[in-house]
């Protein structure tokens, strides 16, 4: 079972409103709210307890109520009364009552068949970089990077964190035995999935070098007006 990027290995149980418990196999039942889960794994197949829509970013929204009206689905979350909508182009599929229904037709792009297979592959690569795709020493190296280049350059000084968050944000992240250890040899045989994976991850390497890199930027100008202001 998967949960806020934690893996929780035991059954699940009995359904709670809104919950689902979950017996663990160290520390014995607990009750999951539905936000918190992203899904339920056996046998290797993911399964959804909940109603679920499956966007294509990776993202999952958990809902009471849904209803599709040309371009749109009309739902509503689990929690709350008022009803949304969101585009069908944003959505691979959602679970309704246990069952699966495909909003995302088969299709080609650039001379490649893109199956309902290979686009889940995709979705669930990125679903996955959501959930464990942990990289806080990029926001604290963008963060040093931005502080130097404010303090020596002043406000002139954030173009050097804008490059240095394009550029690494660019490059795919690396393999490591506990990437594969975590996500399954499936990261390096699929190569949807391994795609979709580092798509969403590049994503997150640029929130973080960018976050990190402005609020450096403007700890180290800050720094700089300061000093300037006791030698006057």
Known sequence: MASNGKQWPGSSGRFAP?????????????????????????????????????????????????RKDGLFLYYKPLNGKKEKKINTNRVFSYHDKGEEVMVFKESIYNGDTLTNERVRSLMEGRQDARLYYKNPWTGLAAFGIGFASGYFLNYWGVFVPAAYAGVYSAINPLKSKRKIRILGQRYVT??????????????????????????GLGAGVGLLEYLKSLEK
């Open 18 to 66: 809104g919950a689902l418990e979950f017996v663990t196999a160290k520390k014995g039942a607990r009750l999951f709210k539905a936000e918190k889960i992203a899904y339920i794994k056996r046998k290797g197949q993911r399964h959804y307890p909940f109603n679920t829509i499956h966007r294509y970013n990776g993202k999952s929204i958990v809902f009471s109520d849904i």
């Open 190 to 215: 699929d190569d949807y999935y391994r795609f979709g994976f580092n798509s969403r991850a590049k994503i997150t390497k640029l929130q973080w070098s960018a976050g990190g890199g402005l609020l």
